[in-house]
């Protein structure tokens, strides 16, 4: 094949094609013209969505991945642009979110002199990348795309970020694509050791009270099925992490809710009870565990992972699965005799009457008063026949539409985990909308997270991206606010806030909006947001002081939770 | 849990900006690095960091597998100093007038097997190695002795006492993989 001489930016879109972008988020600036001069010529094979924020490229890119699968792309300038990028790059390589940052630097002649819009970008995002490179020469660009996209997408996905020099986007090289897939220092997926297999099924096997924590793990492995087929064989009861939610249907019969601080109470006063603990993809964070002094101690421990990093960083594994979890969930399934272990199952019961009784019922179908945020949550997820993707911004509009929306299908929740990212909500579901087109995209919010990013309405307005927007509005920062309640005397410092009138901001991005406040119009309000065709405002005034419940108090044991408060 | 001095060997590929990298893990976990060096080794291409630290097993443990996860890094152990060969080099500048005077300076500098490097009237230079302990002890002998104008250490180079190369091993296994995949 004869080689094309072309320059580093034209080299960088063919890289992208190559690689099989076809969507991405981004904002021109001075360091990254030369690129967006060649995109420009590219538009009608690669989409560029612009945003209105660099921080929004970003979650728009995280979102995009995560209702996809596929890896995210981001294009932003240097210096502000790419300081601008750092929040959603620390919460992709937390959440382990496959997502490619290209950044414009200033040309290499230029390095190190404090330049106009240079900032050590590389340095920077080092700690929070899982690779971050500068191509200084174009004829470095086919290889340090392919490299990137490889690392992010491979393993554990994260985000990688290529800082790329002016010179090296107009300088000229002979193009050839490359692919690659094998990197010598890097083991993306480590070796299962069959001993370890073969121990994990005895320990199942030999177990009375096996409880299954599902993980992020399993939806980045597409293992959902495998899954299914494991706990279904040995009839093993199971918790989701935040993250996996949508990785078990949520009307599984063996699905026993949400783990963790704000998870359901059965899954979780159970940890402490049951004999073997099998983690699937996950990584035991601390909101899933409470104080490791007191959490699961009675119980075997065996921890399927892709990340050795993770085995005994937080919990102590007695048998460690290494590998993809798709090809080990199936290894260890086959070792497995069926059980049905009817009684354990059954001891969840009365727990999750408990919880439903006091905490669910109350928050979904209140009979009097202000509108819960609960009670919206549900109405919108049932509207949309549990098929819909959530996306959640963070605080108790997040642990809201965690607790209270239904999942039917894989890859339905994006939500920022790890990190806790105000203003992740609403750049993310305005990404999905462009993964997956065919699906109804809804984004829960709170009125602080809104206006950390709220400048992306202007991308919903310009793309007329079908984001449905759900505005939990309690005139709060409402999370805040309920730990000041429970354990700082109910002094409110700083959390009241006094909010703009939304609809009008709403009317401003001649986004079609409706206001929400007495119980009798919920529904209509609802399927008029559904029907709608594209993007859709609807903001729900909630009850002020409403408080998310149940709840490990921060440092408790994951077994004691507070149903009220 | 008990802290003593842990070796880390780790070896890499040669790319800018893996020092950082390296040195973030320990100051994620705010363990302090007592020596490090880094320099070629024997494989071409591929660096090797000698890093020293004083931490329990748990944290030298976490700390490892994290710089194993680098990209760009190959292999990463740690060793207590029973399953090294150790070394380190120092040199120590001394007043020549005290020298002359004071026959124990010369006598410590035979007794620990300094070399001398540069004699002029004002400083004479000398040069040691061998173990952490017996450096440190002759700086702290020619110190009561008031000689002492400079010291320097160097930080801890090491071999394993292993008879097993670990990271050829790797590299072979690797390049083996590679080869394999190619070849389907």
Same mark, same amino acid.
């Given at each position: 094949?004869?080689?094309?001489?072309?320059?580093g930016a @034209?080299?960088l879109?063919?890289?992208?094609?190559?690689?099989? *972008?076809?969507?991405?988020?981004?904002?021109?600036?001075?360091?990254?013209?030369p690129?967006?001069? !060649?995109?420009y %010529?590219?538009?009608?094979?690669l989409q560029?969505i /612009?945003?209105?924020?660099?921080?929004?490229?970003?979650?728009a890119a995280?979102?995009?991945?995560?209702?996809?699968g596929?890896?995210?792309?981001?294009?932003?300038?240097s210096?502000?642009?790419?300081?601008n990028?750092?929040?959603?790059i !620390?919460?992709?390589m937390?959440?382990?979110t $496959?997502?490619?940052?290209?950044?414009?630097?200033?040309?290499t002649?230029?390095?190190?002199?404090?330049?106009f819009?240079?900032?050590?970008?590389?340095?920077?995002t080092q700690p929070?990348?899982?690779?971050?490179y500068?191509?200084?020469r174009?004829e470095?660009?086919p290889?340090?795309?392919?490299?990137?996209?490889?690392i992010?997408?491979s393993g554990?996905?994260?985000?990688?970020?290529?800082?790329?020099?002016?010179?090296?986007q107009? #300088?000229t090289?002979d193009?050839?694509?490359?692919?690659?897939?094998?990197i010598?220092?890097y083991v993306?997926?480590?070796?299962?050791?069959k001993?370890?297999?073969?121990? !994990?099924?005895?320990?199942?096997?030999? =177990?009375?009270?096996? /409880?299954?924590?599902?993980g992020q793990?399993v939806?980045?492995?597409?293992a959902?099925?495998?899954?299914?087929a494991?706990?279904?064989?040995?009839?093993?009861p =199971?918790?989701?992490?935040?993250l996996g939610?949508?990785?078990?249907?949520?009307?599984?019969?063996?699905?026993?809710?949400m783990?963790?601080m704000?998870?359901?109470?059965a899954p979780?006063?159970?940890t402490?009870?049951c004999?073997?603990?099998?983690a699937?993809?996950m990584?035991?964070?601390?909101r899933?565990?409470?104080?490791?002094?007191?959490y699961?101690r009675?119980?075997k421990?065996i921890h399927?992972?892709?990340?050795?990093?993770e085995?005994?960083?937080?919990?102590? !594994?007695d048998?460690a699965?290494?590998?993809?979890?798709?090809?080990t969930?199936?290894?260890?399934? @086959?070792?497995l005799?069926?059980?049905?272990?009817? #009684?354990?199952i059954?001891?969840?019961? $009365?727990?999750?009457?408990?919880?439903n009784r006091k905490v669910i019922e109350? #928050? +979904?179908? $209140?009979?009097?008063?202000?509108?819960?945020?609960?009670?919206?949550?549900?109405a919108?997820? @049932?509207?949309?026949?549990?098929?819909?993707?959530?996306v959640?911004?963070?605080?108790?509009?997040?642990?809201?539409?965690?607790?209270?929306?239904?999942y039917?299908?894989?890859?339905? +929740?994006?939500?920022?985990?790890?990190l806790?990212?105000?203003?992740?909500g /609403?750049?993310a579901?305005?990404?999905?909308t462009?993964?997956?087109?065919?699906?109804?995209?809804?984004?829960?919010m709170g009125?602080?997270?809104?206006?950390?990013?709220?400048q992306?309405l202007?991308?919903?307005?310009?793309?007329?991206?079908p984001?449905?927007?759900i505005?939990?509005?309690n005139n709060?920062?409402g999370?805040?606010?309920?730990?000041?309640a429970m354990?700082?005397?109910?002094k409110?410092?700083?959390? $009241?806030?006094?909010?703009?009138?939304?609809?009008k901001i709403?009317?401003?991005y001649?986004?079609p909006?409706?206001?929400?406040?007495?119980?009798?119009?919920?529904?209509?309000?609802?399927?008029?947001?559904l029907?709608? %065709?594209?993007p859709?405002?609807?903001?729900?005034c909630?009850?002020?002081?409403g408080? *998310? /419940?149940?709840m490990?108090?921060?440092?408790?044991? *994951?077994?004691?939770?507070?149903?009220?408060? | 849990?008990d802290?003593?001095?842990y070796t880390?060997?780790?070896?890499s590929?040669?790319?800018?900006?893996?020092?950082n990298?390296?040195?973030?893990?320990?100051?994620r976990?705010?363990?302090?690095?007592?020596?490090?060096?880094?320099?070629a080794?024997s494989?071409?291409?591929v660096?090797?960091?000698?890093i020293?630290?004083?931490c329990?097993?748990?944290?030298?443990?976490?700390?490892?597998?994290?710089?194993?996860?680098?990209?760009d890094?190959?292999?990463a152990h740690?060793?207590?100093?029973?399953?090294?060969f150790?070394?380190?080099?120092?040199?120590?500048?001394l007043?020549?007038?005290?020298?002359?005077?004071?026959p124990?300076v010369?006598?410590?500098i035979?007794?620990?097997n300094?070399?001398?490097?540069e004699v002029n009237?004002t400083y004479?230079?000398?040069?040691k190695?061998?173990?952490?302990?017996?450096?440190?002890?002759?700086?702290?002998?020619?110190?009561?002795?008031?000689?002492v104008?400079?010291?320097?250490?160097?930080?801890?180079?090491?071999?394993?006492k292993?008879c097993?190369?670990?990271?050829?091993?790797?590299?072979?296994?690797r390049?083996?993989?590679?080869?394999?995949?190619?070849g389907?």
């Amino acid at each position: 094949m004869s080689k094309e001489r072309i320059t580093g930016a @034209e080299a960088l879109m063919r890289s992208l094609e190559h690689q099989g *972008v076809k969507t991405m988020f981004g904002y021109p600036g001075g360091s990254i013209m030369p690129v967006f001069d !060649a995109l420009y %010529d590219h538009r009608d094979r690669l989409q560029h969505i /612009l945003v209105r924020h660099e921080q929004g490229a970003t979650h728009a890119a995280q979102g995009y991945a995560r209702a996809s699968g596929k890896v995210g792309v981001c294009l932003v300038t240097s210096g502000p642009g790419a300081t601008n990028t750092v929040t959603g790059i !620390a919460d992709a390589m937390i959440d382990s979110t $496959p997502i490619v940052v290209i950044a414009g630097q200033v040309g290499t002649a230029f390095l190190g002199s404090d330049a106009f819009q240079e900032v050590d970008l590389v340095g920077i995002t080092q700690p929070i990348s899982k690779w971050s490179y500068q191509i200084r020469r174009a004829e470095d660009v086919p290889w340090a795309v392919a490299r990137a996209f490889y690392i992010a997408s491979s393993g554990r996905p994260g985000p990688v970020v290529l800082d790329f020099a002016k010179n090296a986007q107009v #300088e000229t090289l002979d193009y050839e694509p490359v692919s690659l897939d094998f990197i010598r220092s890097y083991v993306s997926v480590p070796d299962t050791d069959k001993m370890s297999v073969i121990r !994990a099924a005895e320990l199942i096997n030999k =177990a009375q009270r096996p /409880l299954v924590l599902v993980g992020q793990g399993v939806e980045l492995g597409n293992a959902q099925e495998e899954l299914q087929a494991f706990i279904e064989k040995a009839q093993m009861p =199971a918790g989701c992490t935040l993250l996996g939610l949508s990785a078990l249907p949520t009307d599984h019969a063996l699905n026993m809710g949400m783990l963790g601080m704000h998870g359901n109470l059965a899954p979780n006063v159970k940890t402490n009870e049951c004999d073997l603990l099998i983690a699937v993809g996950m990584r035991f964070d601390d909101r899933v565990t409470g104080t490791l002094a007191t959490y699961a101690r009675q119980a075997k421990v065996i921890h399927f992972d892709i990340d050795a990093a993770e085995i005994n960083k937080n919990v102590h !594994a007695d048998v460690a699965v290494m590998g993809d979890c798709k090809a080990t969930l199936r290894a260890v399934t @086959e070792l497995l005799i069926p059980a049905t272990h009817k #009684e354990w199952i059954e001891s969840f019961a $009365p727990y999750r009457e408990e919880e439903n009784r006091k905490v669910i019922e109350p #928050e +979904i179908h $209140p009979t009097a008063g202000p509108l819960n945020m609960g009670e919206v949550v549900r109405a919108v997820s @049932e509207a949309a026949h549990h098929e819909a993707v959530l996306v959640t911004d963070v605080g108790q509009n997040q642990m809201m539409s965690a607790r209270y929306f239904k999942y039917s299908r894989n890859r339905s +929740i994006i939500t920022s985990g790890g990190l806790g990212t105000m203003g992740f909500g /609403l750049p993310a579901a305005v990404g999905a909308t462009f993964a997956v087109p065919d699906r109804t995209v809804c984004v829960f919010m709170g009125d602080g997270g809104l206006q950390m990013n709220l400048q992306e309405l202007g991308t919903i307005m310009e793309q007329k991206a079908p984001v449905k927007m759900i505005l939990l509005n309690n005139n709060f920062l409402g999370n805040v606010r309920q730990w000041q309640a429970m354990f700082f005397n109910r002094k409110y410092s700083f959390t $009241p806030m006094t909010n703009p009138d939304y609809l009008k901001i709403a009317e401003a991005y001649e986004i079609p909006a409706r206001r929400v406040t007495d119980r009798a119009e919920l529904k209509e309000a609802i399927e008029e947001m559904l029907t709608t %065709d594209g993007p859709f405002f609807l903001e729900a005034c909630v009850i002020e002081e409403g408080n *998310v /419940l149940p709840m490990t108090p921060p440092g408790g044991s *994951v077994d004691v939770m507070l149903l009220e408060c | 849990m008990d802290k003593i001095l842990y070796t880390l060997i780790v070896y890499s590929e040669n790319i800018a900006g893996l020092l950082n990298q390296i040195t973030a893990v320990f100051t994620r976990r705010q363990i302090n690095i007592e020596s490090l060096n880094v320099s070629a080794s024997s494989i071409k291409g591929v660096h090797k960091y000698t890093i020293t630290a004083w931490c329990d097993e748990e944290s030298i443990k976490k700390i490892v597998r994290q710089i194993e996860k680098k990209i760009d890094v190959l292999q990463a152990h740690y060793f207590t100093d029973d399953e090294i060969f150790s070394h380190e080099i120092a040199l120590y500048k001394l007043s020549t007038p005290v020298l002359e005077k004071d026959p124990r300076v010369s006598a410590l500098i035979r007794k620990y097997n300094a070399r001398v490097v540069e004699v002029n009237p004002t400083y004479s230079a000398m040069e040691k190695d061998g173990t952490t302990e017996d450096i440190i002890a002759l700086h702290d002998e020619l110190q009561q002795l008031g000689c002492v104008l400079q010291f320097v250490r160097s930080g801890r180079i090491a071999l394993t006492k292993s008879c097993v190369e670990r990271v050829n091993e790797f590299l072979a296994d690797r390049e083996a993989r590679y080869l394999q995949s190619k070849g389907e």
